[in-house]
């Protein structure tokens, strides 16, 4: 069964979904593909697991750089989108890569020569637990901040929060 918690964050709300005993989503206030049944499901502010993510953001939000793994993490999904998800945990915080890049490593891992960086795109595009697992850090080739699936201009808010880019203010409005 699936709980859910909000959370509000500079970003706006968040929305934080659980087995019980695992993180299983969280979203950004309209985030394209936003997890199917979580809106329906149970809140359940009581679960240790979400007062553990809301203290994980708590630090990140104010500077910190807690490791997305001191959460236990379950991500719905296949086998390539999770693989393209754990190539997301290894890129550090105020770090950047391509999905080019991506393409490279999910190529070697798979023992493939190469792999479409749009095949990559969806499934970064997919990630179910945001800002944890960090899809913010893909790039387009050349720098260009194209695509996220909460939005562009959120994924420069993280991006120059983790010191990537300039910081244009200090929170999002809206």
């Not at 918690?5 to 979203?27: C, M, Q, V």
């Not at 693989?83 to 290894?90: E, H, P, Q, S």
């Not at 945001?130 to 194209?146: F, K, N, Y």
């Amino acid at each position: 069964m699936q709980y859910r918690s909000e959370y509000r964050s500079p970003l706006g709300n968040l929305t934080l979904a659980s087995d019980g005993e695992r993180l299983t989503g969280l979203w950004l206030e309209g985030q394209k593909y936003f997890g199917g049944g979580v809106a329906d499901a149970p809140r359940r502010e009581d679960l240790p697991l979400f007062a553990q993510a809301k203290q994980w953001l708590e630090r990140y939000f104010a500077g910190e750089q807690p490791a997305p793994l001191e959460l236990p993490l379950a991500p719905e999904g296949g086998a390539f989108r999770r693989l393209v998800w754990g190539l997301l945990l290894d890129i550090p915080y105020g770090q950047v890569t391509t999905y080019g890049g991506l393409a490279k490593k999910a190529a070697a891992k798979l023992g493939r020569s190469s792999m479409s960086p749009q095949a990559v795109g969806g499934a970064v595009a997919h990630n179910p637990i945001s800002i944890l697992i960090p899809c913010h850090r893909v790039m387009g080739s050349g720098g260009s901040l194209t695509g996220y699936a909460g939005g562009v201009e959120k994924k420069q808010w993280l991006l120059a929060h983790e010191g990537v880019l300039p910081q244009k203010g200090s929170a999002l409005t809206g």
